[in-house]
């Protein structure tokens, strides 16, 4: 069964930093693509970043280049969101998700597996 824990969100100023954790298990996670996602409050679920699973080739929506950094850990079955300078519309539940093969796609379709989120908020 799969299962994907996120962890590490919270409550952080403009400008701050949260560095999310999600430990999957379950599956051979080095052969899967992986993602985050976000769901902000009255709104649908956004695609933020992906990456493959070799950690090589890693792919962002436009609003969050260059302030946030998708990264993985095999050895751990890990993933990982660095968020810098965070802005008040980062507010969400940040979700991982498990691709259905090992190439990252901005289509949310291709995640089949997610886990329970955890919540960032960004605000003074």
């Known amino acids: 069964e799969v299962q994907l824990v996120e962890s590490g969100g919270g409550l952080v100023q403009p400008g701050g930093s949260l560095r999310l954790s999600c430990v999957a298990s379950?599956?051979?996670?080095?052969?899967?693509?992986m993602a985050w996602v976000r769901q902000a409050p009255g709104k649908g679920p956004e695609w933020v970043s992906g990456?493959?699973?070799?950690?090589?080739?890693?792919i962002y929506e436009d609003s969050v280049k260059g302030r946030f950094t998708i990264s993985r850990d095999n050895a751990k079955n890990t993933l990982y969101l660095q968020m810098n300078s965070l802005k008040p519309e980062d507010t969400a539940v940040y979700y991982c998700?498990?691709?259905?093969?090992?190439?990252?796609?901005?289509?949310?379709?291709?995640?089949?597996?997610w886990g329970q989120g955890t919540q960032v908020t960004v605000s003074s």
């Open positions: 379950g599956f051979t996670f080095s052969l899967y693509a």
């Open positions: 998700a498990k691709s259905s093969v090992n190439r990252p796609s901005t289509i949310l379709e291709n995640y089949g597996s």
């Open positions: 990456i493959n699973g070799n950690g090589r080739t890693t």
